[in-house]
């Protein structure tokens, strides 16, 4: 073969994938010059999967990129501040435009609307489940033992304490959720809701930590202690729940219960003056619906609500179990949080 048939032969086959991998721009004029209106992947790709997936990390970086101007527009003729077509859309779908009760534009990605919600707060914080048989006696006295090397650590600076521990709140529900997920799978049947319980649970218990972030920001060492402890935890919890369900929601009606004390010295600190009560983070007053000069202390009271109501949903489990039924015989307590 000579050597331009070579050169030829060589152009032939690479001419495929050329485009994507060797130069970014045929990627970012198909993101620019279409007016954010049913891009696909597919429609732009004459070259096989190579060309989809570079296209498609493109088309998430010019997301990411234009995401804080299109929280305002949120349609598919969305333009830049110079009138240019700017891409809306992931994979050819536009996000849907969400507005708030008095019509201006939903800020939370996070979290929509429909997920919000006005906490009860008439709910009896002062509740506690008597231990009178052994398992509830170890689940209290696990919870105790735990409890004061954190009340030791933090002291009274509650805002650090509340942060922290909500990493570790967050876990159960996801566990026991995942667990009873798989439970189902396995035995083709219904859970009676729990699992959305749990999950929602977890979620309800993340957006409380999303809520001190805006707060207050870890240090490096509360970082590293958040890593070992989840690593931990993570890992105890999920063998705890294994061997025994009703133990495992125990565990965290008693956490709940300790959960609702520590918020409550937290809003008597908050109403003596020891913690600055500072007005409340936009995510807390649309996640909780909080009127708009709402305070920490606000929060604070609808977030202890929480805890509560998760301290009754683990207790309640946990009765259910103890007296040798099972969760899906029994709606679990939906909606709430
Ligand atoms: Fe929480
Ligand atoms: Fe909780």
Redesign the pocket.
Known sequence: MSRRAAMQMSRFLVRPTRQRLFSTNISKIVVSSNNASNISGPRFTNSGILEVRYWSSIAGEEKQMQAPKLENSGNENATDQGGNAVVSSYWGVAPPKISKEDGSPWRWNCFRPWETYKADTSIDVKKHHEANAFMDKFAYWTVQTLKYPTYLFFQRRHMCHAMLLETV?AVPGMVGGMLLHLKSLRRFEHTGGWIKALLEEAEN?RMHLMTFLELSQPKWYERALVFAVQGVFFNAYFIAYVISPKLAHRIVGYL?EE?VNSYTEFLIDLENGVVENKPAPAIAIDYWRLPPDSTLKDVVTVIRA??AH?RDLNHFASDIQCQGHELKEYPAPLGYH
């Open positions: 709140a218990e709940e959960a929480d805890e998760h």
